[in-house]
């Protein structure tokens, strides 16, 4: 069974830095590409960023452009999200998604076959 683990979650000022790590195991397979999506309190989940299977091809939303970077290492079956510049309006639990037989480029989470827990990321102003 596949299973996706999110780390590195916290709580960081407004203009401080975060490290997200998703490792994945449980026998997926070698072609893959990861997403992040974010949901914040009283709002809808959202597409932050994807990753094509060998790192090739990055997709960012608007608002991750410039500050975020997705990257990931297939020998460890994780995926990053580097998160700079932080800001109050991007506290949200951060969950990272796996496609393996999903629609190639989907930015949607119904695009994707698994899902993680989530981890919560909080700035503060």
């Known amino acids: 069974q596949v299973q996706l683990v999110e780390s590195g979650g916290g709580s960081v000022q407004a203009g401080g830095s975060l490290r997200l790590s998703c490792a994945a195991s449980g026998g997926i397979g070698v072609t893959y590409a990861m997403g992040w999506f974010r949901q914040a309190p009283g709002k809808e989940r959202e597409f932050v960023a994807r990753i094509s299977w060998n790192g090739a091809n990055t997709y960012y939303a608007d608002s991750a452009k410039g500050r975020f970077t997705i990257s990931r290492e297939n020998g460890k079956n994780t995926v990053y999200l580097q998160l700079n510049s932080l800001k109050p309006e991007d506290t949200a639990v951060y969950y990272c998604?796996?496609?393996?037989?999903?629609?190639?480029?989907?930015?949607?989470?119904?695009?994707?076959?698994?899902y993680g827990q989530g981890t919560q990321v909080t700035v503060s102003a």
């Open positions: 998604a796996a496609s393996e037989f999903g629609p190639p480029g989907s930015l949607n989470w119904s695009g994707f076959d698994y």
